[in-house]
T-cell receptor
Framework: GAGVSQSPRYKVAKRGQDVALRCDPISGHVSLFWYQQALGQGPEFLTYFQNEAQLDKSGLPSDRFFAERPEGSVSTLKIQRTQQEDSAVYLCASSFTPIGQESTDTQYFGPGTRLTVL | GESVGLHLPTLSVQEGDNSIINCAYSNSASDYFIWYKQESGKGPQFIID?????DKRQGQRVTVLLNKTVKHLSLQIAATQPGDSAVYFC???????????FGKGTRLHILP
């Protein structure tokens, strides 16, 4: 398919374990975003990449959260020493144009990874 | 972003009727607005967008209205179908910023 894909779709971790969540954006999309969605709430911004550069990580809740996009395509969100409050759906989105262009571009979302920390 | 906790506002509509979902946005500097539909177990799906230089935009069975004076956005769905059952989020953005700010979700429930 041509959409954003994420893996795994579901992840169960024991408290204290490290997890890695993968995002494959739409081919050719420059911008990539990670969002966190708690149960019953709207997604909240975590971090933004333009190609391989992480330009904004203001939404990352703690230094246990780390994201990378080393070749400007696939991205990984890593959570170290998971806590129960990290349980949420983690959404990845991509858009074609970089932020700062004159016209805002639509962000297209993947299906998300549901993380449950026991 | 705004938090609605576990209890989303719910709109119940008879199948075939029109649905109107309302949203108040927060940032007067926002110049781009989006409606997303989210079905259970899926990511938000783009429905329609509108830029701040417009006050109305129509798509297939959907219309978005923007009132910048009172910072209000609405989504109208014509002839609501069972497949329209989902949570609908309004969202705001501007080209100078990266993050989309999602508003309170509304659950649309279709009555047979």
């Amino acid at each position: 398919g041509a959409g954003v894909s994420q893996s795994p779709r579901y992840k169960v971790a024991k408290r204290g374990q490290d997890v890695a969540l993968r995002c494959d954006p739409i081919s050719g999309h420059v911008s990539l975003f990670w969002y966190q969605q708690a149960l019953g709430q709207g997604p909240e911004f975590l971090t933004y990449f333009q190609n391989e550069a992480q330009l904004d990580k203001s939404g990352l809740p703690s230094d246990r959260f780390f994201a990378e996009r080393p070749e400007g395509s696939v991205s990984t969100l890593k959570i170290q020493r998971t806590q129960q409050e990290d349980s949420a759906v983690y959404l990845c989105a991509s858009s074609f144009t970089p932020i700062g262009q004159e016209s805002t571009d639509t962000q297209y979302f993947g299906p998300g990874t549901r993380l449950t920390v026991l | 972003g705004e938090s609605v906790g576990l209890h989303l506002p719910t709109l119940s509509v008879q199948e075939g009727d029109n649905s109107i979902i309302n949203c108040a946005y927060s940032n007067s500097a926002s110049d781009y607005f989006i409606w997303y539909k989210q079905e259970s177990g899926k990511g938000p799906q783009f429905i329609i967008d509108i830029r701040s230089n417009m006050d109305k935009r129509q798509g297939q069975r959907v219309t978005v209205l923007l009132n910048k004076t009172v910072k209000h956005l609405s989504l109208q769905i014509a002839a609501t179908q069972p497949g329209d059952s989902a949570v609908y989020f309004c969202a705001e953005n501007n080209y100078r910023d990266d993050k989309i700010i999602f508003g309170k979700g509304t659950r649309l429930h279709i009555l047979p």
